[in-house]
């Protein structure tokens, strides 16, 4: 079955090139023209991608980056199983379309997911991405600011700045409670957080293969030296990593330094961040940011095998949220979820070969040169809707995979 839905109504709708070469290094209806149906029967299986839908104008973005996963469009079979994980679906399933979602995303290998209201009551459906991230054994969060042409940086930063975060534990699912009578000034809230060796040393590999791709140096880290024992963990896998890589930098810098020298010009350089979890979200929220915009980059969630650390899961997904004062208004900026059309593709290269590769670089490229071009939405300075913008994006991809076929080259 190529297609599946589980949605029952739609939602409303209201230089580059050279630069490809970082961006890849970073990732361990279609306009006026008719789609272009490039690939064959005899190709190899199609590329199976879980679809998570979401809410607000998380799903209206989760739509217009769809368009971008068009077989006809990028010369590639692809098959789509979409599952509905609007809040109101999660609370009819008591979540398990969650979990339905992820035994899928297991199967599959990859997972492209719209951002998804988590509700605020201590009893109701929580959040999704803790599920998710749980029951595909993610063990790693990938967020990768980067230059956007035409765009000026703050601080002075043109130099990539990838966050590698824990997925899971730390502060996100700890057990909470309250003692003492409420609201008493003698109330006490207590909480008990927990980090795993694997989820470390997963998080300090992959901070220096990444590094390695990059060709960045390791800076950051936790406040080891107020919590050896706890945050300590991290700091003695980051150093066992350093060791097991010795051509790559290392600069252990403290929590609050490392927030310090990304404002005061440490990042004269690409750098990786390794972080703790709690700690690599507010650190994502100030990279992306530094860059032009939060939507300016992907989040990719990754699971891997224990052994040789390949990924085995990967989700893909924009690290913003639902934005409702935007819904329906066709302005939110659908970069980040278009380049995580990007990543999922290009972690699909590794088992479908360059025609996913091939489709992954003419996203990322199509994506920036729109920008460069002047082609923008609101948040970076520009009058582009949604929709335009998207439709920019489609055009000069298919014009490249177009181009790309003619001349025999993947490019």
């Given at each position: 079955m190529p297609f599946v839905r589980t949605r029952t109504s739609e939602p409303g709708q209201?230089?580059?090139r050279e630069d490809f070469a970082q961006v890849r290094a970073e990732i361990p209806a279609c306009g006026p023209n008719p789609p272009r149906r490039l690939w064959s029967a005899a190709m190899a299986e199609p590329v199976k991608i879980v679809v998570l839908e979401g809410d607000q104008t998380g799903q209206e973005l989760l739509e217009q980056s769809l368009r971008l996963l068009d077989p006809g469009l990028l010369g590639i079979e692809l098959e789509l199983q979409r599952f509905d994980l609007s809040?109101?679906?999660?609370?009819?399933?008591?979540?398990?379309?969650?979990?339905?979602?992820?035994?899928?995303?297991r199967e599959a290998g990859l997972g492209l997911k719209a951002a998804t209201i988590t509700p605020e009551g201590k009893d109701d459906v929580g959040s999704p991405n803790r599920i998710l991230r749980e029951e595909v054994d993610g063990k790693v969060i990938v967020r990768t600011g980067r230059r956007l042409p035409g765009v000026t940086p703050i601080a002075g930063v043109h130099y990539p700045i990838s966050v590698v975060r824990m997925a899971v534990d730390d502060a996100?699912?700890?057990e909470q409670w309250r003692e003492g009578e409420a609201g008493d000034p003698s109330e006490i809230a207590y909480r008990t957080e927990k980090i795993t060796r694997s989820t470390c040393r997963a998080v300090a590999e992959y901070a220096f293969r990444t590094a390695t791709k990059m060709n960045a140096r390791v800076y950051g880290g936790p406040k080891w030296t107020v919590s050896p024992v706890y945050e300590g963990m991290l700091k003695e896998e980051l150093d066992g990593a350093a060791a097991r890589h010795p051509g790559i930098g290392y600069e252990p810098v403290l929590i609050d330094a490392t927030y310090a020298g990304l404002m005061s010009g440490v990042a004269d350089a690409p750098l990786v961040i390794p972080a703790l979890n709690r700690d690599g979200d507010c650190l994502s929220d100030l990279v992306l940011p530094m860059f032009g915009s939060i939507a300016g980059a992907e989040s990719v969630l990754l699971a891997f095998d224990n052994d040789t650390y390949e990924t085995t899961v990967a989700m893909a997904e924009a690290p913003h949220g639902t934005a409702p004062a935007l819904e329906g208004k066709d302005l939110a900026n659908p970069l980040a979820m278009i380049l995580a059309c990007g990543a999922l593709l290009r972690h699909a290269a590794d088992r479908h070969g360059p025609t996913a590769e091939r489709a992954s670089r003419a996203i990322y490229e199509a994506a920036l040169e729109t920008i460069g071009a002047g082609r923008k939405t609101p948040d970076l300075g520009g009058n582009a809707t949604t929709t335009e913008f998207t439709t920019e994006v489609v055009n000069r991809v298919g014009t490249k995979?177009?181009?790309?076929s003619s001349l025999g080259s993947a490019a």
């Open positions: 209201p230089g580059v809040l109101e679906h999660r609370r009819a399933t008591s979540n398990g379309v969650v979990t339905d979602a992820a035994r899928a995303m996100y699912g700890a995979i177009e181009v790309w």
